[in-house]
């Protein structure tokens, strides 16, 4: 099948982005390897989203995202991508489900968080553990939590959380962090932090939630019970971009470089959201992208 836009990843930026692109007129097919709205989908609520005065549950807000793109007629196709043929004026998507070619590309493949990769932790996502403070930090307030990390993102996080949370304990496998100085100062001066240096966490334990986490100390092999209503995660977030070849220019830690138009390194492959080097990683952030991309996808298609 040919289309006009063919979009990588379901999550918010790419269903946006589908979102526009339909309703300018343009054929589209989204390739999904799994349920539409990506992360934000198995996150339980989500109160910063503008319009919804109360929150609203991530899988609701995703499925209207879904259902508007469907509305507009976007084809939606499930698939694995595994890689891309992008010579010449029809770009080739190779697919568990064939091969399929669009004018343009955009890619909207997300990025994952890294996990601890321990007992629990699976279990207990989005029941006491998350990966980020700022969506989930407020139903913790007045409660005790636990930051997993030690370099900017996991010391900022528990900086924000101090704010809300009664205490917050930062646990690093190492004696020092490798955040920003100004960070660390700043954690280190905030009076309900505490911080566990030399420590893993082995176990994360609860029925129905998250009631404590099992530390070792990496040096003296010391076990010991932290009682917690909440652990964060900040132990890394990779990008779902191996499938891309070095034609596409990534940082150092694999996220697409785009130009302020939200265009690759290659001529007519586009990329929104989390994938992209970009500062903030939220769903809003990912709408903005997908709203973006279309007037240069636009200008790119009537210059063929």
């Known amino acids: 099948m040919k289309y006009d836009v063919i979009i990588i990843g379901g999550g918010p930026g790419g269903l946006t982005a589908a979102i526009y692109a339909c309703r300018a007129g343009w054929k589209t097919a989204l390739l999904e390897r799994g349920a539409p709205g990506g992360q934000a989908a198995s996150t339980d609520i989500i109160e910063n989203y503008p319009g919804f005065v109360e929150g609203v549950s991530g899988p609701e807000l995703m499925m209207n995202f879904y259902n508007q793109a469907l509305r507009f007629n976007c084809e939606f196709?499930?698939?694995?991508?595994?890689?891309?043929?992008?010579?010449?004026?029809?770009?080739?998507?190779?697919?568990?489900?064939?091969?399929?070619?669009?004018?343009t590309i955009i890619i909207a493949t997300g990025a994952s968080h890294k996990a601890v990769g321990v007992?629990?932790?699976?279990?207990?996502?989005?029941?006491?553990?998350?990966?980020?403070?700022?969506?989930?930090?407020?139903?913790?307030?007045?409660?005790?939590?636990?930051?997993?990390?030690?370099?900017?993102?996991?010391?900022?996080?528990?900086?924000?959380?101090?704010?809300?949370?009664?205490?917050?304990?930062?646990?690093?496998?190492?004696?020092?962090?490798?955040?920003?100085?100004?960070?660390?100062?700043?954690a280190l001066q905030t009076p309900n932090i505490k911080v566990l240096w030399d420590s893993v966490v082995d176990e994360?334990?609860?029925?129905?939630?998250?009631?404590?986490?099992?530390?070792q100390n990496v040096k003296t092999k010391e076990i010991t019970d932290l009682q917690v209503n909440g652990a964060f995660l900040y132990v890394g977030t990779q990008p779902n971009t191996t499938f891309l070849d070095s034609d596409y220019t990534k940082n150092p830690q694999g996220y697409l470089i785009t130009n302020h138009k939200l265009e690759t390194s290659v001529a007519g492959v586009f990329a929104v959201g989390d994938c992209c080097q970009k500062e903030s990683r939220q769903v809003a952030t990912a709408v903005g992208d997908g709203a973006m991309v279309l007037p240069a996808l636009e200008a790119y298609l009537h210059a063929l």
């Open 77 to 103: 196709i499930t698939a694995d991508v595994m890689g891309l043929e992008v010579t010449g004026p029809q770009k080739k998507i190779i697919t568990s489900q064939g091969q399929f070619e669009g004018k």
């Open 119 to 186: 007992e629990g932790e699976q279990r207990l996502r989005g029941k006491g553990i998350s990966y980020c403070a700022t969506c989930d930090g407020f139903f913790f307030r007045g409660k005790k939590v636990a930051v997993i990390g030690g370099g900017d993102s996991a010391v900022k996080e528990a900086i924000y959380l101090a704010n809300l949370a009664e205490e917050v304990t930062i646990i690093h496998r190492r004696d020092a962090f490798r955040a920003a100085k100004i960070l660390v100062d700043k």
């Open 204 to 215: 994360m334990i609860g029925d129905n939630h998250l009631e404590k986490l099992r530390i």
